[in-house]
């Protein structure tokens, strides 16, 4: 119901009783209208507060979420570093494991090995390290002569046969 065409159409004439009803209804009703959008909007807001609150405990579940994500992948990294590491000795620690084989023995000395290959001592010597980190041979005695006696452990003699 439109009041301002209902005001022009009583402009200038008595009110009687009737168009009293008519135009008190007609506020009334605006009134009911105009409550109802107030309690709409504060309902709004409200609901508004309760978003922005969800939304900021979400952020900061999701924070902590992707930092224990990257706390994860960090462990699992580390865990299968020595997997990987195992799974793929370097060329020249190879070639140590391969002089094993070839002489068909189980220990030699560090100085019958570096005589044996056709690298550097440093590179050897970083072999050497390499395996006993990968705790595929281990050392023993030493001699002045030949230097470090090391010999394939069980873990490292597997590696032998599974890899020549």
């Not at 224990?68 to 299968?80: F, H, N, S, V, Y």
């Not at 990968?134 to 069980?154: C, H, Q, R």
Request: no cysteine.
């Amino acid at each position: 119901m439109d009041i301002t065409s209902i005001l022009q159409g009583i402009k200038g004439k008595v009110l009687d009783a009737a168009h009293f009803d008519l135009l008190k209804h007609a506020y009334e009703l605006q009134e009911q209208n105009i409550n109802q959008l107030k309690s709409n909007n504060e309902a709004i807001k409200e609901s508004n507060l309760l978003i922005q609150e969800k939304n900021k405990r979400i952020s900061g579940e999701k924070a902590a979420l992707e930092s224990r994500i990257q706390e994860l992948e960090e462990a699992l990294a580390k865990a299968q570093a020595p997997e990987t590491a195992l799974n793929e000795p370097s060329s020249v620690a190879l070639a140590v494991l391969g002089k094993f084989k070839e002489r068909d023995v189980t220990d030699m000395y560090q100085h019958q090995i570096a005589h044996l290959l056709p690298h550097t001592n440093i590179e050897v010597e970083s072999a050497l390290d390499e395996l006993s980190e990968l705790e595929l041979i281990s050392f023993g005695s030493v001699s002045y002569e030949n230097g470090v006696n090391y010999y394939l452990t069980g873990k490292g003699k597997k590696f032998l046969l599974a890899q020549f």
